[in-house]
């Protein structure tokens, strides 16, 4: 699988839109196995997340968005230490320490285990090229699924969509620049 560039979903001003290559990830599950649907298409391919971290470590927070005030989704960046995607998050996104449940409660490592919150869409960002069939065991393969039902587009594009501009939940504050005019942008 081939990284692509970020493209604009979510908030607008997420400062790795269009600035880093990577695949998207959901992580979101329910009793323990994949939701039923996908956002980003028809073709699901199970990778354990502990392999993904194990390949990009270091993992940063970089967006908290909804699309229509209802499901809310996580955006977390894997980077590989000291790679360019590496070196343009840790200048931009507050990094996460996953050993630690209260300061990283999306996804985060306990007994051994890799867990996500079951409360948001939890979305890997992960920004290498990935030789899959290396990562596959026989038993992934087997469990590769060609129709999977899809939500919202279904898939990706450069455009992306737009987080939800006036939920309560996610939606940011005013921004007030330092001089004696204010302003704010609301997306």
Do not use: W
């Not at 600035?19 to 329910?30: A, R, T, W």
């Not at 931009?92 to 306990?110: G, T």
């Not at 939890?122 to 920004?127: P, S």
């Not at 939606?171 to 004696?180: D, E, K, N, Q």
């Amino acid at each position: 699988m081939k990284a692509y560039l970020k493209d604009a979903t979510g908030d607008l001003r997420a400062p790795i839109n269009g600035e880093i290559n990577g695949l998207f990830f959901m992580s979101k599950v329910q009793f323990g196995q994949p939701q039923p649907q996908s956002p980003f298409g028809d073709t699901r391919i199970l990778i354990r997340a502990d392999i993904l971290l194990s390949l990009a470590s270091n993992v940063y927070f970089a967006d908290f968005y909804c699309l229509n005030r209802k499901d809310h989704y996580v955006t977390l960046v894997l980077a590989r230490p000291g790679s360019d995607a590496d070196r343009l998050c840790r200048q931009r996104l507050p990094k996460l320490n996953i050993y630690d449940k209260s300061a990283c409660p999306f996804l985060f490592f306990e007994n051994g285990e890799v867990h996500v919150s079951s409360g948001v869409m939890v979305e890997l960002f992960f920004t290498e090229d990935l030789e899959v069939d290396q990562l596959l065991t026989d038993e992934f393969k087997a469990k590769m699924n060609y129709n999977v039902s899809t939500f919202g587009p279904g898939r990706t594009s450069q455009g992306g969509r737009a987080k939800h501009s006036s939920c309560a939940t996610c939606r940011t504050g005013p921004i007030t620049t330092t001089s004696s005019a204010s302003s704010y942008e609301e997306f």
